[in-house]
């Protein structure tokens, strides 16, 4: 049997996760390489826009539950243990139920649509003439 509450305090740590990495972006102690990869984690986990929408069946959850994962994961890995700590600690105590928005990412993934489609009308276009 299926039991709710693991599968919720792994969501809890996910979001605490993702927050703690968000504050320990522009720490100096945190290699170039997983600040990257924060960065592109953590600025499209907290995108108010998704690469893929989520009312696309099955693909617009998809890359929430798989992608984003991935990536926290990868950033994680990647962090000294010492910092990942003290930013945990830090998330925990600053998180209160809501996350923060990066309308920059919002913005990027704006951009790769309006490309996307830009792309496929000028194909169309070129059809029909």
Known sequence: MITIKPLKEEMRQLKTDTY???LSYKDPR???YAKVIIAATVGYALSPI???PD???VLGLLDDLIIVPIGISLA???MPKEVLDEYREKAQSEL???KPKN???AFIIVLIWLLVVY???RYVYKLLL
């Open 103 to 105: 309308w920059v990412a």
């Open 50 to 52: 998704d690469l893929i």
């Open 119 to 121: 792309l496929f009308l």
């Open 55 to 57: 009312f696309i069946p």
């Open 30 to 32: 945190v290699p170039w």
């Open 96 to 98: 209160n139920g809501s």
């Open 20 to 22: 703690a990495l968000y």
């Open 76 to 78: 994680l890995k990647m």
